[in-house]
């Protein structure tokens, strides 16, 4: 286990000084250096929750690099359909990324009608993409309890997993995880950056289908 995370840390590092590296390379290299193991184990170790699940799932190699196009693809249309969301392309994953102010009132987790509108978009992809599986994490700022934002977060991660089930994306393909706010990404002493806080985040990785026909499709190039 050490000498995975310190291959990880090493990949990592290199990575971020190949700025002329696209997304799709830069996945397929951690995955070959990394592996599931280690990526869970850094995600957490860094408080990054993101790269925790998306190295987590990682291929690697020609097989990562055939995900990574597929993907591209995927990513490109929830930017063009989706616009209150915010995509990323990390690896061989997606990041979609929604603020509260669009999901949620003020300290609850019934969905507004601008939430439902925007998760509409959003399932009508996944279902054309079915061979990914979805995390949904919810995350909140730092005020109040620890106990009170830990549980708020699981309500509003498990609200949207229930939408979604109700436009026919698979329950199976979704996993949700509370994480109130242990994993901020922003500052925390603003109200500006409480909010961005207060947000639900997909991460979307292969399945084992969508690997299968990545590593078949790799061996014939």
Excluded at 60 to 88: C, F, H, L, N, W
């Amino acid at each position: 286990m050490r000498k995975s995370i310190f291959l990880l840390l090493c990949a990592v590092l290199v990575l971020a000084s190949c700025k002329s590296w696209n997304r799709t390379q830069k996945g397929a290299a951690i995955g070959t250096a990394a592996g599931a193991g280690a990526g869970a184990v850094i995600g957490r170790a860094s408080g990054n929750t993101k790269l925790g699940t998306i190295i987590g799932a990682t291929v690697g190699g020609a097989t990562g690099a055939v995900i990574g196009r597929k993907m591209d693809k995927q990513a490109e249309e929830m930017q063009k359909k989706v616009p209150d969301a915010k995509v990323e392309r990390v690896g061989e994953g997606i990041v979609v990324e929604f603020n509260n102010n669009i999901l949620f009132g003020f300290d609850s987790y019934e969905l507004s009608s601008e939430a439902k509108s925007n998760l509409n978009q959003l399932a009508a992809i996944l279902t054309d993409y079915p061979d990914t599986d979805i995390e949904i994490q919810g995350h909140t700022d730092s005020k109040g309890s620890d106990d009170y934002n830990q549980k708020l977060s699981i309500q509003r991660a498990s609200a949207v997993r229930n939408y979604l089930a109700t436009k026919d994306v698979s329950r199976s393909r979704m996993t949700t995880l509370g994480y109130g706010e242990s994993a901020p990404e922003y500052d925390n002493s603003n109200e500006n950056g409480r909010s961005q806080n207060r947000r639900v985040e997909f991460l979307i990785t292969a399945n084992e289908k969508m690997k299968n026909e990545a590593k078949k499709e790799a061996g014939g190039n």
